[in-house]
């Protein structure tokens, strides 16, 4: 069928050293992997069509790699071939050492995507509602943005009724601590002086408030009771 032995292995072309081999196939690698990562294991509104961008960085990868390399981007793909024609070249280690760098880079730099909270970048533009941290309130990006919101607004409260520096005055504070917001246990320290240990328990919206639960003081007394 075919007038000269077949032949599909993969070897370098065009004067490519070693070196440069390696380096080809990891960056066209990772351009791959990163690609199949953004669009198939991040979900957006354009999920359905991730096999799309998906042949498309496939094509790029293979248009810069195949003349120098042969554009394997997989170890599978030169394994194959030379495993059927008994046949493994000198240089066939490039083809498992260059993807393998590749799809490194391709994770830190979805990690990297990732601590930066791309999804804060432009919300809701391309993202479905459950991986919307605007709309979603279990996204674990909302649940970070809240939880920092809170620590701002027990901030402020302490710096309105005088300061951090209230703690450290002698004597019964003169009036109870405002630290009260929702989703966050409001404590009244009336009693509390110098050297009493107080703790403050942050409780979620929705969330029973035990300390509520309790008769008027008796979470100051347990505290007192626990410390001496």
């Known amino acids: 069928m075919f007038p000269t032995p077949f032949n599909v292995q993969t070897t370098l072309g065009g004067g490519t050293s070693i070196a440069q081999g390696i380096w080809i196939e990891a960056l066209c690698t990772a351009e791959l992997v990163f690609t199949i990562v953004m669009l198939a294991k991040e979900k957006h509104r354009s999920t359905y069509i991730a096999p799309v961008g998906i042949g498309l960085a496939l094509f790029i990868g293979e248009l810069v790699a195949v003349y120098y390399t042969g554009g394997s981007l997989n ?29 490194l880079l391709a994770v830190f730099f979805y990690w990297l995507f990732k601590l930066l909270e791309y999804e804060m970048a432009n919300p809701g533009q391309d993202g479905d509602v459950e991986n919307d941290p605007t709309q979603n309130p279990d996204h674990e990006i909302a649940q970070i943005v809240e939880e920092r919101q809170a620590e701002v607004e027990e901030i402020q409260a302490i710096e309105e009724e005088g300061g951090f520096d209230i703690l450290t005055q002698g004597g019964a504070s003169a009036a109870p601590s405002v630290l009260g917001h929702e989703g966050v246990v ?13 703790h403050v328990k942050r409780i ?14 008796a979470g100051i007394e347990a505290v007192k009771s626990a410390t001496s």
Do not use: C, K
Not at 75 to 100: C, D, E, L, M
Not at 204 to 217: I, T, Y
């Open 186 to 198: 409001g404590m009244a320290v009336d009693g509390v002086v110098e050297g009493d240990e107080v």
């Open 204 to 217: 979620r919206s929705g969330e029973p408030d035990l300390e509520a639960q309790m008769p008027a003081g």
């Open 75 to 103: 170890p599978a793909r030169s394994f194959g071939p030379a495993a059927v024609s008994h046949t493994f070249q000198s240089n066939h280690w490039i083809y498992w050492v260059g993807p393998i760098i590749g799809s």
